[in-house]
């Protein structure tokens, strides 16, 4: 197997320290120590650190896109149960995470979207494709009669990612899985079915 690029090994290194400290708490130089590069290298791939976390979004984006399609599109089970699973899973992620690195979508939206137009627009068109992923099994869902027809798929689907970032958020500050539980008890018992 070939070695990875330069480029790619700052953009994994990038990513990786992002979603651990934030954009801010991430220097340049902390980059290239984590890629075992020197820090002038890293000019030759990226115009920035905005540039670099522009991509990071990408890459974080595609590195999650399978995990999502899968379990989001597998018909073995009943659309509202395939998106609980789906949720449980990414709580479950984030209890294994400790609680301390969060969705690097949400980290960086409340972070920097106010100020970096480029990370701001990977961001939407990030929310974006989770979105639609979750309204068309929301729309299935709704089909079979077993989801709320009160309103539109693509509205729940929104409400349902913005609760659900707001409750890792509050996981992140209560370090326990609280917020998360209430999420899946309230949006699964109550708001979809």
């Given amino acids: 197997m ?6 790619e090994q700052l953009l994994v290194a990038g990513l990786d320290s992002f979603h651990r400290r934030g954009f ?10 984590a890629a075992g590069a020197p820090k002038g290298s890293f000019y030759n791939h990226f115009v920035s650190k905005e540039a670099l976390a522009a991509e990071a979004v990408r890459k974080y984006v595609e590195l999650r896109r399978s995990v999502h399609r899968d379990l989001l599109r597998d018909t073995k089970l009943k659309p509202l149960r395939r998106l609980r699973r789906y949720f449980e899973s990414l ?46 099994v929301i729309r299935e869902g709704q089909k079979a009669g077993e989801i709320s027809r009160d309103f539109s798929p693509a509205e729940l689907a929104a409400f349902t990612i913005h609760a659900w970032e707001g409750a890792l958020l509050r996981a992140k500050v209560a370090k326990n899985s609280a917020p998360l539980d209430l999420f899946v008890d309230v949006t699964f018992d109550k708001i979809l079915a």
């Fill in 91 to 136: 709580n479950q992620a984030a209890a294994k995470a400790a609680f301390s690195s969060g969705c690097l979508l949400g980290n960086f939206g409340a972070e920097v979207s106010g100020y970096n137009p480029l990370i701001s627009k990977r961001l939407g068109e990030a929310f974006a494709g989770w979105t639609d992923a979750v309204a068309a």
């Fill in 2 to 7: 070939a070695r990875p690029s330069l480029r």
């Fill in 24 to 33: 801010n708490g991430t220097s340049v130089q902390d980059i290239t120590d």
